[in-house]
Nanobody, 123 residues
Framework: QVQLVESGGGSVQAGGSLTLSCAISGDSSSRNCMGWFRQVPGQERQGVALISHDNTRIYSGPLTGRVTISQDNARSVINLEMERLKVDDSGMYYC?????????????????WGQGTQVTVSS
């Protein structure tokens, strides 16, 4: 069974940087889509960045332009590098794995989720 474990979250000052990591264990060969999502209280999870098996990358939301998603060659680690962080970037960040011919933002295509890692940006 595929398992995802996020790490790298914490508290940072506005304007600072954080790199989140998602460690993948188990057989993830069928999960061609990996993504990072953010959730804040009272809102649904929203997509931040997606990366497909062929390294196609898609970004969404206010972090676009300030984040970079990447994966190692073995697809054992998915990173999310965040820069110039703002207070509104705060939230719980989740790593997710999904299947599909094309990678989209539809939450239903992601069947495996990590426990989340908290990011708190202070002014």
């Amino acid at each position: 069974q595929v398992q995802l474990v996020e790490s790298g979250g914490g508290s940072v000052q506005a304007g600072g940087s954080l790199t989140l990591s998602c460690a993948i264990s188990g057989d993830s060969s069928s999960r061609n889509c990996m993504g990072w999502f953010r959730q804040v209280p009272g809102q649904e999870r929203q997509g931040v960045a997606l990366i497909s098996h062929d390294n196609t990358r898609i970004y969404s939301g206010p972090l676009t332009g300030r984040v970079t998603i990447s994966q190692d060659n073995a697809r054992s680690v998915i990173n999310l590098e965040m820069e110039r962080l703002k207070v509104d970037d705060s939230g719980m960040y989740y790593c997710a794995a999904g299947r599909g011919r094309t990678c989209t933002w539809h939450l239903t295509m992601y069947d495996t989720w990590g426990q989340g890692t908290q990011v708190t940006v202070s002014s």
